[in-house]
């Protein structure tokens, strides 16, 4: 091997889903998958929907797998919907889909006033942060069913998107709303 968990240097690379299932580690990603599964049954990201139900002039996106090897030897599978052909104007208006992002002189001084008031920082990680995030009033997309959930649905199956997930382009800015609604309700002024 060559240390950190890792048997070789193929194992560091991000692969799609047909490339890790070629693995000799098939039964671990298999649980990988449905564990990503699970997760989004557990947040609600959409719902299946045969496909003569969906409006003619639905939008309709397919996805790709992110798996990989971490070093502590998990091995974790991400659904990615592949927001890069989605079309402005179809699939999302490009008015809404930029979320703020922080910069080091923001860190640098919260940072510095945080030790200056001898105050304590806590670093947060929200967990599937874009599955948390909704879509906008009116917008609907449906995604088609990932490589490796078809064991999950019955075929003719599109899954409505409750909520938004990684690689849409609205995801983003989909998270901050959320974010800034749950500091709102915690008593935060912006």
């Known amino acids: 091997g060559i240390g950190g ?11 799609n889903y047909r490339e890790a299932m070629a ?59 592949r927001g890069f052909r989605q079309v402005d104007g179809v699939h999302y208006d490009s008015s809404s889909i930029s979320a703020p992002v922080v910069n080091d002189t923001t860190i640098r001084t919260s940072m510095a006033l945080m030790l200056m008031m001898n105050g304590q920082g806590k670093l947060a990680d929200v967990k599937g942060a874009f599955l948390h995030g909704s879509f906008e009033e ?3 997309i449906y995604l088609k069913v990932p490589e490796g959930f078809e064991q999950y649905y019955p075929e003719g199956t ?17 998270f901050w ?14």
């Not at 048997?7 to 991000?14: A, G, I, S």
């Not at 599109?158 to 989909?174: C, V």
């Not at 709303?177 to 912006?190: A, H, I, T, V, W």
């Open 5 to 15: 968990g890792f048997d070789d240097t193929n194992e560091l690379r991000v692969m």
């Open 23 to 81: 693995t000799s580690n098939t039964p671990q990603w298999e649980q990988a998958v449905a564990e990503e599964h699970g997760r989004m049954v557990e947040h609600k990201v959409w719902t299946a929907v045969k496909i003569e139900e969906v409006p003619n002039n639905a939008k309709v996106i397919d996805s790709t797998w992110a798996m990989k090897k971490k070093s502590n030897g998990k091995y974790r599978a991400r659904i990615n919907a």
């Open 138 to 140: 009116g917008e609907e």
């Open 158 to 174: 599109l899954l409505k998107l409750n909520k938004t997930i990684y690689g849409l382009k609205q995801s983003a800015m989909a």
């Open 177 to 190: 709303r959320e974010l800034l609604k749950c500091m709102s309700d915690m008593g935060y002024k912006r």
